[in-house]
């Protein structure tokens, strides 16, 4: 255990669309990377228990996540895929749902950490443009610190002290600050930057005035990877998984490799569809592609003098964005980070 002053462990999350992706640490220096399948299923707690009693063996805590909030019980990620048939419901407000997901998060650190059942902890937690108004950022701490107090897992109640208030930021913040420590303040100062993230579900754009973003240059839409996904899977009319859709589609790359498609198509038995599933891809490609120009119209990207890219889907239009941006001064990638 940490000093009473030292949080037993320092928890990041975001609450993405395809996956909850965490980074956490504990005082003396262990860290704890997760990525958890974004999931959820609401559950009736007898039920969650009854077939957690009927399983045999010790399942990963990345795969057998449950917990229950204010009464309610949640199963969450490939648990709520697997046991109880749930899908990403992108529609749903991230906020809506960030109070279990960040209870599972908690619960299969202390799993996985070897945590005592009394814990404290550091929490920051990203949330899209659109949900981080202080408004929110209030609604997401009123509803989050009573179920902390103690909240049932697989494993029995867990109890987690937050140390401080948790930290919220619009999703981009992280890169905004790696941009802004990398490039000469006379260039921030006297320029306008925007920080373009397209990730699974949205699209996020900070505008940087001078260096500051302020509230009212944030935006988000509905514009991420899986708009394309959801108009592929509607012209093939197939009862393939969304989640392993995405998949194919990316490995399949922007020149869409057949050999790829096909060889999946091949294993679910539905090879004789390749041609048809090229030809979805193409059109929706294109029709992602018109829709993101329109949006990035509306919010005014080309009254900037550089932009800034980050986030999966950016990398999968990579070659679309660096033609649709080569006037602009500076095009930087991921705030000038690399792996």
Not at 105 to 130: D, I, T
Not at 253 to 271: A, C, H, P, S, V
Not at 272 to 298: C, T
Request: aromatic content about 8%.
């Amino acid at each position: 255990m940490a000093s009473k002053k030292i949080p037993d462990l320092v928890v990041s999350i975001d609450l993405g669309g395809s996956l909850t992706k965490v980074v956490a640490q504990t005082p003396d220096g262990k860290y704890c990377p997760l990525a958890i399948s974004s999931e959820i299923a609401e559950i009736p707690a007898d039920i969650l228990q009854d077939v957690q009693a009927n399983h045999w063996g010790q399942a990963s805590p990345e795969s057998a996540i449950w917990v229950v909030s204010n009464g309610e019980g949640y199963a969450l990620g490939s648990y709520a895929r697997n046991q109880f048939l749930a899908h990403s419901d992108l529609k749903v407000s991230k906020l809506d749902l960030a109070v279990p997901k960040i209870l599972g998060v908690f619960w299969v650190l202390q799993q996985k950490l070897k945590l005592p059942k009394r814990f404290s902890a550091a929490l920051g937690v990203l949330l899209p443009a659109e949900e981080c108004s202080k408004v929110d950022q209030q609604d997401l701490i009123d509803r989050l610190i009573p179920e902390l107090e103690s909240f049932v897992t697989p494993t029995g109640n867990v109890t987690v002290k937050l140390k401080g208030q948790p930290v919220i930021k619009p999703e981009g913040a992280g890169v905004f600050l790696a941009y802004k420590n990398s490039r000469e303040s006379e260039y921030i100062e006297q320029n306008r930057v925007g920080i373009l993230g397209i990730g699974y579900r949205n699209s996020n754009l900070l505008i940087m005035n001078h260096g500051a973003v302020a509230q009212n240059d944030r935006y988000t839409d509905r514009l991420g990877f899986s708009a394309m996904v959801e108009s592929v899977k509607n012209k093939i009319g197939s009862t393939i998984n969304e989640v392993e859709l995405a998949a194919v589609i990316g490995e399949a790359g922007t020149d869409i490799n057949r050999g790829f498609l096909e060889d999946y198509l091949r294993k679910i038995g539905k090879q004789n569809r390749i041609d048809g599933v090229v030809d979805a891809i193409h059109r929706s490609r294109k029709m992602y592609l018109f829709q993101l120009e329109a949006w990035l119209k509306r919010v005014l990207v080309d009254s900037l003098d550089s932009i800034v890219f980050y986030g999966g889907t950016t990398e999968y239009f990579r070659r679309d964005l660096t033609e649709r941006f080569d006037s602009f001064e500076q095009v930087t990638w991921h705030g000038g980070v690399s792996r």
